[in-house]
């Protein structure tokens, strides 16, 4: 099951000035059994999550300038559950059960500028430096660069595009092995 709640609230102080704030909410659950009979093991996964946060972000567009900042951040609560039955031996099978109630947290801040020093060329920079932590003492630290060129040819109106990107993707809150 899946349940999202979103709503933006944009404020335009002039012309080339915006401001947008997003806040969220987020649930979704999973659950998994297979048959108690499966040999040599039955498992069973039953999850749900939830994600409060939100985004801010600035833009400006100042000559042929078009920046943008902004903040990306949210905490998240798990319920998860993993069990298992192992049947090598018919006699005495062997069942485990875990529980865990893992919670994280992701703040990210971004800025990027689009310079168009042509009317049929447009140069884009950015980067994103994120932290995320976990309840389980784990915590790291990224800076995702991003860059992008858009060239269009006049009279074909053709328009051709490159990009780089690093994205960082936060690692689960629990992992079983």
Do not use: C
Request: aromatic share 16%; charged share 15%.
């Amino acid at each position: 099951s899946d349940a999202l709640v979103n709503f933006s609230w944009v404020h335009t102080f002039n012309s080339k000035l915006l401001l947008t704030v997003s806040p969220f909410y987020h649930y979704n659950a999973a659950r998994y059994d297979s048959l108690p009979t499966d040999v040599p093991v039955a498992a069973s996964q039953d999850r749900s999550s939830n994600y409060g946060g939100g985004q801010a972000s600035f833009s400006a567009n100042i000559a042929k300038n078009d920046f943008q900042a902004g903040l990306y951040s949210f905490y998240q609560t798990n319920n998860e559950s993993f069990g298992a039955i192992f049947s090598s031996d018919s006699e005495n099978p062997t069942a485990f059960v875990d529980s865990e109630r893992p919670t994280g947290s992701l703040v990210s801040f971004f800025l990027e500028d689009k310079f168009k020093p042509f009317s049929w060329l447009t140069l884009s920079a950015g980067m994103r430096p994120t932290h995320f932590s976990g309840n389980n003492g784990f915590s790291e630290s990224a800076i995702s660069p991003r860059f992008s060129a858009a060239l269009t040819v006049p009279r074909l109106n053709w328009t051709f595009r490159g990009f780089y990107g690093q994205y960082y993707q936060a690692p689960p809150l629990v992992t079983a092995s």
